[in-house]
């Protein structure tokens, strides 16, 4: 399951996340969208995009996801983001 983030989440003040899923094109929260974390709240966590100075906050939503050779749905409801530990760019140079 590669979409879906960890089921425990561990986040810290200015830890570098990505968002799993798009929650507002025109704010620029997209999916693979580096977002810095502010501030950790119980309902929801205040982040700030890594190339503007403005805060958004983003509430726990819900994931569900059907597992393999299984006729069920698992749903959780958690935070979207995911610590970003490193990211590969493949640039094609002419």
Not at 5 to 24: A, F, G, V, Y
Not at 51 to 65: K, Y
Request: charged share 20%; aromatic share 8%.
């Amino acid at each position: 399951m590669n979409f879906l983030p960890p089921h425990r989440l561990d986040l810290k003040q200015n830890c570098i996340c990505t968002i799993q899923r798009n929650l507002s094109v025109e704010k620029g929260l997209v999916r693979n969208a580096r977002v810095r974390v502010i501030v950790l709240h119980r309902r929801f966590v205040k982040v700030q995009l890594l190339n503007t100075s403005e805060g958004h906050c983003i509430p726990r939503i819900n994931f569900a996801f059907h597992p393999s050779r299984s006729s069920w749905t698992v749903n959780r409801r958690q935070f979207p983001p995911q610590l970003a530990y490193a990211t590969t760019l493949m640039v094609v140079k002419d």
